[in-house]
């Protein structure tokens, strides 16, 4: 089982900046991608922003130019440095890790794990 917790979100005006932090603990596991994703009410979940163990990223075309990914392969840590908040940035941010976990029996397996979700409500 891989954790993830995450950190950083909370009330900001419109034009305001946050970052939101997520760690990943447990088993030995090794972590492929790592994300962040959003739901605002009544929508559907959406990826904000990816970035894989190599250090490709992506990001979705709402927040480019406006967000910044970042990762410690090393701590199993992963940012999301957001600028220029809008209202329509308002939503529930998740932090979402997938990769290879070692079973009980050695065996390694893929997995997903998300974070229980932090909230971001920009004012306008």
């Known amino acids: 089982q891989v954790q993830l917790v995450e950190s950083g979100g909370g009330l900001v005006q419109a034009g305001g900046s946050l970052r939101l932090s997520c760690a990943a603990s447990g088993s030995i596991f090794v972590i492929g991608a790592m994300g962040w994703y959003r739901q605002a009410p009544g929508k559907q979940r959406e990826l904000v922003a990816q970035?894989?163990?190599?250090?490709?990223?992506n990001y979705a075309d709402s927040v480019k130019g406006r967000s910044t990914i970042s990762r410690d392969n090393a701590k199993n840590t992963v940012s999301l440095q957001m600028n220029s908040l809008k209202p329509e940035d308002t939503a529930v941010y998740y932090c979402?890790?997938?990769?290879?976990?070692?079973?009980?029996?050695?065996?390694?397996?893929?997995?997903?794990?998300w974070g229980q979700g932090t909230q971001v409500t920009v004012s306008s």
């Open positions: 970035i894989r163990i190599g250090g490709s990223l």
């Open positions: 979402r890790a997938d990769g290879r976990v070692a079973g009980t029996s050695g065996r390694w397996t893929d997995f997903t794990s």
